[in-house]
């Protein structure tokens, strides 16, 4: 929805001027979105050899409010991927997206780190390098455990 | 709180501006403003954009290597903690900002100064190649005057020579202010030629 409702034209009079609005790209991570796994899991290697680059499927967050909630992920959200012909969940590490948040940097990818339905991560590295808010938050200490370097 | 160095132009980035990009070989780019991310996104090379200190370096514009510098390379050693250590620390950084600051001025004086001694140059060269479209071919003793000149010029170059040599102490100053006063000063007086002398009495 997103992705398509960017670029609508209602009308163009090449008279006067153009009036349709295009907003700035935006790197959101929703469904379909490819991503970069990060890990060093046995299915992370593989699947970013795969004939498909893994794909956010589903995009888990609360309904807060009484509207529907936009799916689109961000720095340190679950989300569920397709790997390899598999449905695993994940949690984003790194985004491409401009947070507009201090000390958060923008990543050269979208990276992605594989877990399991308890939270636990797949692998027993991360090969690159993590947000630095991730140590001081409790449900990504995990990650935070096994990451490498911070930014 | 670290202020750190922006990627593209060396300036300091203050806490709370610039974007900071992540790649994912672990290399952290730091920017102070969208001109320079947008400069870094567009594949520019620091080097050859004549507004950055990359280039002001490697074009040799700014000092480049000298002792003050090795003082604020990043170390990568945790160091014990002791008061003694951040109240010396403090007190040379100040020293050696003033001592940085100093020979980086001095260092673009030297280039400038190159520059004043060239633009006389040119004018002599100038004056000499010119001097027909002022004063008639006939006119007397032209040459001896552009010799005063080129003398007076000459030892002050030698003066110049000097200050470059030894470097900017009191004493050298003081040297060169002194040749400057014994330096002669250059009068050029236009004489009227005979035909010149001879048209004024007839308009008289």
């Known amino acids: ?151 | 709180m670290r202020l750190e160095t922006c990627y593209y132009c060396s300036s300091t980035v203050w806490p709370g501006h610039g974007i900071q990009f992540v790649r994912n070989d672990c290399k952290i780019f730091r920017f102070c403003r969208s001109r320079c991310h947008r400069a870094f996104k567009k594949k520019w090379n620091p080097r050859k954009s004549k507004w950055t200190k990359a280039h002001r370096k490697f074009a040799g514009k700014d000092l480049t290597t000298d002792a003050t510098f090795e003082f604020e390379k990043r170390r990568n050693e945790p160091v014990k903690y002791s008061r003694e250590l951040w109240e010396n620390t403090y007190e040379a950084i100040e020293k050696i900002e003033k001592i940085r600051t100093k020979r980086e001025r001095h260092h673009i004086m030297k280039r400038l100064r190159q520059g004043t001694l060239d633009r006389k140059a040119a004018d002599l060269r100038e004056v000499r190649d010119y001097i027909h479209l002022v004063r008639a071919p006939n006119a007397t003793k032209p040459m001896e005057e552009i010799e005063m000149v080129q003398k007076a010029i000459a030892k002050r170059e030698e003066a110049g020579e000097l200050l470059t040599k030894v470097g900017t102490t009191v004493a050298t100053t003081k040297k060169l202010s002194a040749l400057r006063r014994r330096a002669p000063k250059i009068e050029v007086t236009m004489e009227t030629s005979d035909t010149e002398q001879m048209v004024a009495e007839v308009m008289e």
């Open chain 1, 1 to 151: 929805m997103n992705i398509f409702g960017k670029l609508l034209p209602t009308t163009i009079d090449f008279i006067t001027h153009r009036s349709f609005s295009m907003t700035i790209p935006l790197y959101d991570l929703q469904k379909v979105s490819r991503v970069h796994v990060v890990d060093n899991s046995k299915l992370a290697l593989d699947g970013n050899v795969y004939k498909r680059m893994p794909r956010i499927i589903h995009c888990y967050k609360k309904n807060n409010n009484l509207t529907r909630t936009r799916l689109i992920a961000g720095l340190g959200d679950k989300v569920l991927l397709a790997i390899k012909g598999q449905m695993k969940k994940a949690i984003i590490v790194g985004c491409r997206q401009r947070i507009r948040k201090p000390n958060v940097p923008q990543f050269d990818k979208n990276n992605v780190v594989l877990i399991d339905d308890d939270g636990n991560p797949i692998g027993t590295r991360i090969l690159a390098p993590i947000p630095a808010f991730f140590r001081t938050r409790g449900d990504l200490a995990k990650i935070a455990a096994i990451a490498t370097t911070f930014v």
